[in-house]
């Protein structure tokens, strides 16, 4: 059983940063695909950034490239989302996620098999 706990969300302005964190569980980083979520209130939830086990390749929606950046501390077991220049539509539950593979669905919620509780994160203009 993996276990993920979210942190780092809050509310911010346009233009500012955020970073979320997610504390996994044992070996998590290393053997599952992790990946970060969000869920806009009446919006169905969309992958925004996953990386393959071990920290290799990375995959990022359009809409965040170049904005945010996934990476991990395997030393830490914890997951990060570096969110530089937020949006107002960025404004979203933001979920960590694993998955036991994912290979050509890095980005697709239905590949992922564990779930954290999900953090805020509020931009407004």
């Known amino acids: 059983q993996v276990q993920l706990v979210e942190s780092g969300g809050g509310s911010v302005q346009a233009g500012g940063s955020l970073r979320l964190s997610c504390a996994a569980s044992g070996n998590t980083y290393s053997r599952y695909y992790m990946g970060w979520f969000r869920q806009a209130p009446g919006k169905e939830r969309e992958g925004v950034a996953a990386?393959?086990?071990?920290?290799?390749?990375?995959y990022y929606a359009d809409s965040v490239k170049g904005r945010f950046t996934i990476s991990q501390d395997n030393a830490k077991n914890t997951l990060y989302l570096q969110m530089n220049n937020l949006k107002p539509e960025d404004t979203a539950v933001y979920y960590c996620a694993a998955g036991r593979s994912a290979i050509g669905w890095e980005l697709s919620a239905f590949k992922y098999n564990y779930w954290g509780q999900g953090t805020q994160v509020t931009v407004s203009s």
């Open positions: 990386m393959y086990p071990g920290g290799g390749l990375t």
